[in-house]
């Protein structure tokens, strides 16, 4: 076995770079040494980076340049019934977080909607999208391009569909900005997120457009699609999993959980969430559904990034006859089951704990249930925030566990 500290040495001697490492020991020698030779430039320790459960050589596909994992506490909030396409019966959700009060809030959400007989939940869409952008001469020949795409979907689909056996395009509009023609590429990726197998099948159908029309592809990415930005056709039109989830409580139930009224939710929800949202000329209409999307992603393996996406939510509240009616829709909920960070052992864990690991029967229903699930976790947080608004409890919650 290579001794890390001889790998150290050569890097330092310029022999070697960091990203070779791998070529010349074992993948946690590798990461051994990275961390020697940091603690030595550096004078950091990295003794409890250096402590993790899964195999450096698996994590592979997920990192480069490894010197360790990041260690974020899980918890876990729940059961929580949900009535969902996907989903049904109690789930717990595990959430990660170094955000302190987050589960404790979540989780008295929950319980307001368990009690309440639980939640429906519904993917009310579904549809990973990239949109490459290409040139063409001036506007006359985007038109061409254009109406020659609206008229070859078959074979853009085809073309796309000849690079995976999952995914399946189901749509492509084409948008011109002068010169400029943008195709967004829409496809059911089934279990996966799906980013990558879009990618890949859109590169192909890219050739394809090349080689019949007069344009030029100039990126596989446009920005239209839009990934890992803020962006208003993705609160439209959505991307991944379009979600929402509902509940409706009795007004003792909110009273006896939430410390308040349905009235007082449903102003502050009005006032805080949708007046100044909109004031703000924000593209979420939400207290904090991104913590819940935030925590979840990290404890499930998903592209953390895409929390900007799954921050496109709003939240409806009204103060029925019959007790406090919410609402949560997520426009753009990127989540899958295999694939990515899904396949790391805690990660791979907590989606056992959702019941949602791997492939579903049929394909897509584990992502479609795990979306369901994310979505009632959000709605939970939503409830419990704007309760403690209402009732004017948030700082005195912060107060009370230390945070």
């Known amino acids: 076995m290579t001794d890390p500290s001889a790998l150290a040495d050569r890097v330092r001697d310029g022999e070697l770079r960091l990203h ?27 003794s409890t980076v ?5 195999d450096a050589e698996a994590a592979e596909p997920n990192i480069e340049n490894m010197i360790g994992g990041a260690q974020v506490p899980m918890g876990v909030v729940g059961p929580v019934p949900v009535d969902g396409e996907a989903a049904d019966e109690e789930h717990y959700l595990p959430l990660a977080t170094s955000e302190g009060a987050l589960l404790a809030s979540v989780n008295r959400g929950c319980s307001a909607i368990r009690e309440a007989g639980g ?9 990973m999208t990239r949109a490459p952008v290409f040139s063409v001469a001036d506007v006359g020949e985007a038109a061409t391009v254009a109406a ?17 056996s999952h995914g399946e395009l189901t749509d492509v509009t084409p948008y011109v900005v002068g010169d400029s023609v943008f195709l967004r590429f829409v496809y059911d990726t089934k279990d996966a997120m799906g980013m990558n197998m879009a990618t890949i099948a859109t590169q192909e159908a ?13 990126a596989l990415s446009g920005n239209l699609c839009t990934d890992k930005k803020p962006a208003a056709i993705n609160a439209v039109e959505g991307r991944g999993r379009t979600v929402a989830a509902d509940v409706l409580i009795p007004h003792d139930q909110v009273e006896a959980k939430l410390k308040t009224t349905a009235d ?15 004031k703000a000329g924000s593209l979420g209409f939400n207290a904090h559904a991104a913590n819940v999307v935030a925590a979840a992603f990290l404890a499930l393996g998903q592209d953390i990034a895409q929390v900007v996406e799954g921050s496109n939510a709003i939240t409806t509240v009204e103060a029925r006859e019959e007790g406090l009616y919410a609402s949560v829709t997520i426009a753009s909920l990127e989540v899958g089951t295999v694939g990515g960070g899904t396949k790391l052992p ?11 690991r791997g492939g579903g029967d049929p394909s897509g229903s584990n992502a479609d ?35």
């Open 119 to 127: 939640a429906t939940a519904r993917v009310l869409k579904n549809g």
């Open 369 to 403: 249930a795990l979306a369901e699930v994310i979505a009632t976790g959000a709605l939970a947080g939503e409830l419990s925030l704007l309760g403690a608004l209402a009732s004017s409890h948030l700082s005195s919650a912060h107060e009370e566990l230390g945070r």
């Open 264 to 278: 007082a939710i449903a102003e502050a929800n009005t006032r805080k969430n949708l007046v100044g949202s909109a």
């Open 206 to 218: 890219c050739d394809l457009v090349e080689d019949e029309t007069p344009a030029s592809l100039v």
């Open 50 to 54: 250096g402590e993790y459960a899964f």
């Open 20 to 46: 070779e490492l791998e070529a010349h020991a074992d993948h946690e020698t590798a990461a051994a040494a990275r961390r020697e030779l940091l603690e030595a430039e550096t004078g950091a320790d990295l």
């Open 148 to 164: 020659w795409t609206r008229e070859n979907v078959d074979r853009l689909a085809e073309a796309a569909e000849s690079t995976t």
């Open 346 to 356: 805690t990660q791979a864990e907590a989606l056992d704990v959702v019941g949602v």
